[in-house]
């Protein structure tokens, strides 16, 4: 887990945004580049790839006022069909990332 | 059914798409490929260095607006491709670089010549993808192309297994050529939002950026001008999207614009930005760009709306388009106040560039050999100096006729991508600024454009030192000039004949415009020297960090 950095202001809220991914693993690391180039801080991101590739990521980030940019940036990504701010709060999101590691 | 290779289907693939010339360099991990090529007819320059490879590539795309095809080795020749690639993604110019990769059993085994493209290429590209089957290679390309050229274009890395080059393959029908997306439109409320926004401006100006050039939106900029009787501002890459001497057309805003301009738009009450990402270059502080102002922002990538400076009405679509729906909602009335404030500004801001009757100096030899040339010619520029007395004074008459490194900010760029410019535009004289910095960034790509015989000028500035460097060490170090001076000077004249092209150095010339008038209109390459002076600096400047009202001016214009 990275320590949320910058923007410091608002940096104790917090956010999960959901992808739809016509790829799943392929675009692991393109979603995580695009975090990293705009300096998001990234608390998680957890990868559910389906039986042909198609998938979701969930991915916990700190919510400093930028997220409804970053959606439209993470939604131009070749191979993200779809992007949004999810309903879930981050303990779900931790209950999530549990239940995939306990199976 | 097709029975072919992945090589040929990434040769047919580019065929297809209309590419008929490519510019690389060959190796071990892309030979079947070259070996492909040869049996098209496509046309393969050998660059000498593979980032001269990639900006040759952008030169053609630059000009034509069409994605362009570079190609380079795995490992170090896909290193050399990197700075090529990051340059097309700042300056959204449509690229499609196709890299070879060690054969599959090798990846990960830190083979020879094996470096990760895949991930060294995410953050710097549009989109990236690695080959793992011949039978991916026609989506994959098709892909490519599509990725490319639609919405915001950009470059595209398609990374290519030495085996996957050989593998032999059946394929039941080509697919389709890829074509852009056609891109959404504002929704019919946020255009009346921004037609709104704007008839009740009293102060309205626009500022246009590449992706209002790109989109040959500037016949609708300058009715959309018209009609708020606004000026036209442009950024580096919006240079030529109104011809320069159209009454509408203010000049370049930013670090080294126009300083009328820069006071000008401090006081705008309506700031219509057209395909401009509000770039710290051109903004100066954002906090006081343009304080007073309302924002609509026009770009055709959502991503950069509120990115760097919140818009009251942000309008994701292409520039072109968008003001087209959004002008017969725009009523027309004068502002005769603002237009009088303005005229005040330019009066007592006057823009003065030393020299411009002076073939033998900066300014003088570009306006010279601009005239010379004719309203048709092609510019590109390195980065420094030679770049921004460029801007400041080339007559830029339409889009895609001033090519430079504008978000990257590239040193090496001119030289490659004037052989790319002219390659796509046959029969017209393609200019290259650059000073001696640069070009020797890139100075072998000289050996690729004597090879080629092209009529790229090559107009040398040369000043010994990184000249902007040294100017901001001036400015900003307290005149400590560390590292920015060069201890040895090639002799350029005769570097230029080593590599078999003709020269003239304005030195030691009594008829510099005579002088600079055959070199020109000579077929063929050339390089001109000018010996410039290390301390000339280029006016106004904004230091970094300050607002763009706070210039530093020449001393005669301290005033201003």
């Known amino acids: ?103 | 059914m097709i029975q072919t290779t992945g090589a040929r289907i990434i040769a047919e693939s580019l065929v297809r798409h209309g590419i008929d010339v490519v510019a690389g360099i060959p190796g071990g991990a892309n030979l079947p490929l070259f070996d492909a090529l040869a049996e098209t007819a496509i046309r393969i320059v050998l660059a000498r260095h593979e980032q001269g490879a990639g900006f040759i590539s952008q030169g053609m795309a630059r000009v034509t607006g069409r994605p362009q095809v570079c190609l380079a080795t795995s490992g170090p020749g896909a290193m050399n491709l990197l700075t090529a690639i990051a340059d097309a993604k700042a300056d959204s110019v449509p690229l499609v670089c196709i890299t070879g990769q060690v054969s599959r059993g090798l990846i990960g085994t830190d083979a020879f010549q094996e470096v990760d493209v895949y991930g060294l290429t995410i953050p710097i590209a549009k989109h990236n993808m690695l080959a793992r089957r011949a039978s991916d290679l026609p989506r994959m390309m098709t892909e490519a192309f599509r990725i490319a050229a639609s919405g915001r274009p950009g470059p595209v890395v398609v990374d290519v297994p030495r085996d996957v080059q050989a593998e032999a393959v059946t394929l039941d029908a080509w697919p389709e050529p890829a074509r852009p997306e056609a891109q959404p439109m504002p929704s019919p409320a946020d255009l009346a939002r921004a037609a709104a926004l704007l008839a009740g401006s009293e102060r309205p100006a626009l500022l246009c950026g590449g992706g209002a050039a790109r989109c040959g939106a500037g016949e609708l900029v300058a009715a959309l001008a018209e009609a708020l009787d606004a000026p036209v501002v442009t950024t580096l890459m919006g240079l030529g999207i109104v011809p320069h001497d159209h009454p509408r057309n203010a000049g370049m805003v930013g670090m080294h614009g126009r300083p009328a301009v820069n006071h000008a738009l401090c006081h705008c009450d309506l700031l219509v930005a057209v395909g401009a990402r509000f770039d710290d270059r051109a903004t100066g502080d954002a906090k006081r760009f343009c304080p007073e102002a309302a924002v609509v922002h026009i770009d055709i990538d959502p991503a950069e709306h509120h990115k760097n400076r919140r818009a009251h009405v942000a309008l994701a679509g292409d520039a072109a388009r968008v003001l087209e729906a959004l002008l017969p909602l725009v009523p027309s009335r004068p502002r005769p106040d603002w237009d009088g404030h303005r005229a005040g500004l330019r009066r007592e801001h006057a823009f003065m560039p030393p020299g411009l009757d002076d073939p033998k100096s900066p300014y003088g030899m570009l306006v010279a050999a601009a005239d010379i040339l004719g309203p048709e010619a092609i510019v590109t520029t390195d980065v420094g100096q030679n770049q921004m007395r460029a801007a400041q004074v080339w007559p830029c008459r339409r889009p895609g006729s001033f090519l430079t490194s504008g978000g990257l900010g590239t040193m090496g760029f001119g030289l490659p991508s004037a052989i790319g410019a002219a390659l796509a535009s046959p029969g017209i004289p393609v200019a290259c600024v650059t000073g001696d910095g640069g070009l020797l960034m890139n100075i072998q790509e000289m050996a690729t454009l004597a090879e080629l015989g092209l009529p790229v000028k090559i107009l040398l500035m040369d000043n010994g030192v990184l000249g902007l460097v040294r100017q901001q060490q001036e400015f900003l170090m307290g005149g400590r000039h560390t590292a920015s001076t060069f201890g040895a000077r090639p002799d350029f004249p005769a570097l230029a004949k080593a590599f078999g092209m003709a020269c003239v150095d304005l030195e030691h010339c009594r008829d510099a415009r005579g002088t600079l008038a055959a070199a020109l209109t000579a077929p063929g390459p050339a390089l001109v020297r000018l010996a410039v002076d290390p301390d000339a600096h280029v006016y106004p400047m904004v230091p970094p960090g300050a607002a763009n009202s706070e210039m530093i001016l020449e001393k005669r214009h301290a005033k201003a």
């Open chain 1, 1 to 103: 887990m990275q320590k949320p950095s910058g923007h410091a202001a608002k940096e104790t809220a917090r956010a999960v945004v959901e992808l739809i991914a016509t790829d799943a693993m392929d675009a692991v690391r393109h979603v995580a580049a695009c975090l990293a180039r705009r300096s998001h801080a990234l608390l998680g991101l957890l990868c559910l790839p389906g039986p042909d590739g198609e998938g979701r990521l969930l991915v916990a980030l700190a919510d400093d006022g930028r997220i409804p940019r970053l959606l439209h940036e993470l939604s131009a990504l070749p191979g993200v069909r779809e992007a949004r701010q999810g309903e879930m709060e981050l303990l779900d999101f931790q209950r999530v990332v549990a239940q995939g590691l306990a199976a």
